[in-house]
């Protein structure tokens, strides 16, 4: 008995059915944080393995889509850009925007494309979505390079009014926003599609309808003031503009659409992580 | 000795059938008593998992074990499929939570129900060794420092910088399995792995599991449905029928009873179903049997005109190793083969000299170049041999032909 007690404390892990809901394990994490780099190097280097441009194609698809965009929505069209530079108007949103709906979908599958690794060992299944959203972050850090790249050759060779403020500084709070956004909305749904397939459906249409609700083809300011309210509850619209305004000085955010964005964040990241953690035990069982 | 795996009360529940199909309703059923403090509704009928009987769409795939493993056993799980085997290491390794029960664990838990698990084709063998090892729990520095160790046990050193994608399934397995070979946790659970890959390199397999256990006192886990291979490596034994808990003890007793609860079949018939030639019924004489003389029936039918029918056989010892076999390719044959859509041919020994004990037949069927049919170890039997021993010979030790020899 006496034995049997001491045991009891000596345990290492104990696995049992049910577990509290905010056990988290974030020590366990960052036990496989050399996991999580190769992770991301995977992602990044398979990306472009086996391709005469290598890396090059991370600066092609937000060019083309830029150039696309210039033709539709700012010559045919003919929607306002703010005054803007229509090539760095579309090219930020389109940026900005890619890292967002990279991170949501990709995480979003993330049980279903995983299946056959999480089935057979264990690791703390969170390190994957963080894997995602790193991998992704490396690849918006070199589209972002492509749009300071045009900026400055607007800033010099085209006599682009630049001002400089310190809403500079807010550039990675956005990101960082776009980033916590994206994985905790990512959890969630990645964690209800295991059981409702119906999900991963809607979300794929339904994230390219979403950016239509976002001030990416067009300035907030140019939407008519009825919509606005209802465009503004979309949190990436706040985080959209605050970029623009952040790097070219135009834009519509106000401190009370930054601290929504922020809690909206917050609780969905929260909750996102809350059932990521409790389906994760038995997701094999329905996947 | 202390305890590394102690397994109490654990049971895990599958839904058969449909999962998804009114999920929705169901949840709310069940989130309702839950908050009404009331038993789960979709638990109360438990069934063992007999996967032949139909019944309730819940099944128990494990049911009540308790368990307890004790640090540097090599434990052998044996048991017919569905058994809960595989059920098991997946709870242990934490792949999936138990549906009841609780299981503590000292030490790391390294599990290799695959290997090569998370290879990615485009990355080559070395970028893959980091990236598999990681997956399993090492840390960088950890591979870093065995990195030279693991490609030369994998021994394909010439491929290490290409992508695995140009592997074939050969070195593929060898280099997954050198990089869990060189895990450094103190439990290492093991399923059926050892089937792929060449025997020189399972030999190589074993004898490095054999030495995890030994040399490094680890804790081992293994499943496999080869007898031979668990009896070599495991000490101690646990067998599981319909997802409980039958016999945990030493290796040899928990073989002999598994050997003793296996059930011989010696007639088994087949639906036609008209595609392809195909075997139809196979019997085995147990009368002959018991005069140690075998005589193997086997019909067959075909969809097309057959020209030159060639059968086959071959006997397994109860440790899976294949004692003889012969076909109509390199044995002369007496009996009508050409030119019909089915027939009967019988194949026969007039003395079997095997050992006492219990034998399986596949049984095959192709013509001089095609393979039609096979039937993996259909018909079993348990023989008797004609000479009376003063002790019974372990097959494991001496093989199974009973050669009788004269001594003076």
Partial sequence: ?287 | MSVAIKIENLSKVYQLGQIGTGTISNDLKRWKAKIQGKEDPFLKIGESNDRTKKGNDIVYSLKSIDLEINQGDAVGIIGRNGAGKSTLLKLISRITAPTAGKISIKGRVASLLEVGTGFHPELSGRENIFLNGSILGMRKAEIKQKLDEIIDFSGVERYVDTPVKRYSSGMYVRLAFAVAAHLDSEILIVDEVLAVGDSEFQKKCLGKMGDIRQKDGRTVLFVSHNMDAISKLCNSGLMLHNGENVKHGLMQDVLNTYLMHSTFQQEVSFDFFNLKPQITFISLDKEKLSENKLKLTIQYKSPIELKKVVPGFIVYNQLNVPIFGSNTRFHNSNFENAGNFEGEIIAEIDYLNLHTGNYYISVWLGDQSVDYDEKIEIVSFEYKSKFDYIQLPNPLEIGSVDQYVRWH
């Avoid at chain 1, 995480?107 to 790193?134: C, E, Q, W």
């Avoid at chain 1, 589209?143 to 607007?154: E, M, P």
Wanted: charged share 10%; glycine share 6%.
């Fill in chain 1, 1 to 287: 008995m006496n034995k049997n007690q001491q045991n009891n404390e000596n345990w290492d892990f104990v696995i049992q059915s049910k577990s509290s809901l905010f056990s988290l394990n974030l020590k366990e994490v960052w036990n496989y944080r050399d996991l999580l780099f190769l992770l991301v190097k995977r992602d990044i280097v398979s990306f472009y393995k086996q391709t005469i441009l290598g890396p090059l194609w991370f600066f092609i698809q937000p060019l083309i889509t830029t150039f696309i965009y210039m033709v539709i929505f700012g010559n045919l069209a003919g929607i306002s850009t703010n005054g803007l530079p229509q090539t760095l108007f579309y090219m930020t949103g389109i940026i900005a925007w890619n890292y967002f709906s990279e991170c949501l979908l990709k995480t979003s599958t993330i049980f279903k494309d995983n299946a056959h690794i999480f089935g057979k060992v264990y690791f703390p299944r969170l390190v994957m979505p963080l894997s995602l959203v790193f991998s992704n972050l490396v690849r918006f850090g070199i589209q972002f390079i492509l749009l300071i790249g045009t900026f400055l050759y607007f800033a010099l060779f085209r006599d682009f009014q630049f001002h400089f403020s310190f809403a500079l500084f807010l550039i990675p709070l956005f990101i960082l926003l776009m980033a916590i956004l994206g994985l905790g909305l990512g959890m969630l749904i990645s964690s209800l599609t295991t059981k409702y397939r119906d999900l991963a459906f809607l979300i794929s249409f339904g994230i390219q309808l979403l950016m239509y609700g976002t001030p990416i083809i067009y300035p907030l300011s140019a939407a008519p003031e009825k919509y606005k309210s209802i465009i503004l509850l979309n949190p990436m619209s706040t985080i959209i503009e605050g970029f623009r305004f952040a790097l070219l000085g135009k834009g519509e955010v106000t401190f009370m659409s930054i601290a929504y964005v922020c809690i909206f964040t917050i609780i969905s990241f929260i909750f996102g992580l809350i059932i990521f953690n409790k389906v994760e035990r038995n997701f094999m069982d329905t996947v």
